[in-house]
């Protein structure tokens, strides 16, 4: 059944005005009251003639770009499919999505890149194509070639390359073509089969404890190792103060480092599988009738509550790269078992903005530094510009930030809804999604 809220990449190019919202555009600082006026998906100076849409009170930023996305086509299309993945994004103010190759096949050949990148969808997807063949950690991918079929990085997500001397001969070869690896980083020696963050929370609770110093491990081989082969190195979902120190400390050297953290892990804590639904700022409220809920299992767990304030301040003042949702779709029966076999990863697409705004409401984060979080920072790292000035296609989101929405299951783009967040109230809710000069999301 078609949803009447969502369009495609392939509709008509769309022709409006958008008339007295706040536009605040991060690649120039701007942030003032103005209309922008779009013909056949071009913004100009002015479109006498177009449909007006009263944007008073919206705020309306560049499209936002999600590096870390699980849309589970080809092969677990119960979970999600690209259709339904891309819906999820139009309606969380996400324009470009970089796909993970966890699929079924894993993305690691040229034509299983082209097929997701000519997929019909709500969104550009943009494909982190394998590391190694089948993502098994033995041998590496034609990266070249992959590389060639439009792949913007690679990535074994879910882990890392297993191996320092894989990891170096892989960034040699990624370093000649200039794409980066995107890296899990958890050595599984050191993780040791933990399900929840090593602290209080995990003793408390029973749970076999995940060690910080699983990711640290990783981030510091990589950082050597990329330095080393003058390479690109994206870190994904990092989840640990001392990692993100590594990264500070290499873009000093001018190592070509980036780094996303996911809102989870700057607004949830380890104390949300004891039960607690209060945000990284305020103080827990641990419930055991919430307790052990399988929706609050994720890789990297969540964190202690001092590093998602450590990884906020790395937002705000620009040593976190991007916010990314590393958005994983699950069917909920894989989410009603015990706590230690639920499958992790929860979704993220249609909630980052809203989690987003609750660290602004906080006073944690500047509303334009959320904004390049989301938009300008992460699509510089894939190539892409964002355009709102006049001659640029347009590419944009216009949400109401007043406005509140309750996360409804029914209503989400997701075919999944595998989130701790579902059914809370939260702050900001998505008007307009242009991707590409296209409408791809409206209510
Ligand atoms: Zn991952």
Redo the contacts with the bound molecule.
Sequence with gaps: MRDARFGLLTDRPATFVLVGGRVIDPSDGSDEERDIAVRDGLVVEAADDAERIDASGWVIAPGFCDL?AHLREPGISGAETIASGTRAAAHGGFTTVCA?P?TDPPLDSADAVGAVVAAPASARVRVIAAATRRRAGGELTAVEELGRAGAIGV?D???AVPSAALTADLLARLASLGLPLFE?A?DASVAGGGVMRAGPAATRLGLAPWPPEAEVAIVERDIALAEAAHARLHL??LSTARSLDAVRAAKARGVAVTCDVTPHHLALTDEWVAGSRRFAWEEADPRSELAYDGRCRV??PLASRDDAMNLLAGVADGAVDAIAT?H?PHPAESKLVPFAQAAPGLIGLETALSVGLLTVEAGRLSLSALLAALSTRPAAIVGEKRGLRTGERADLVAFDPAAGWRVDATTLGSASANSPLVDMELPGVVRLTVADGRVTYRT
Excluded: I, L, V, W
Aim: glycine share 6%; hydrophobic share 20%; no cysteine.
């Design positions: 870390h993970m966890n990535s997500d879910g882990a899990h958890e994904t979902h890789n990297p590393d994983a």
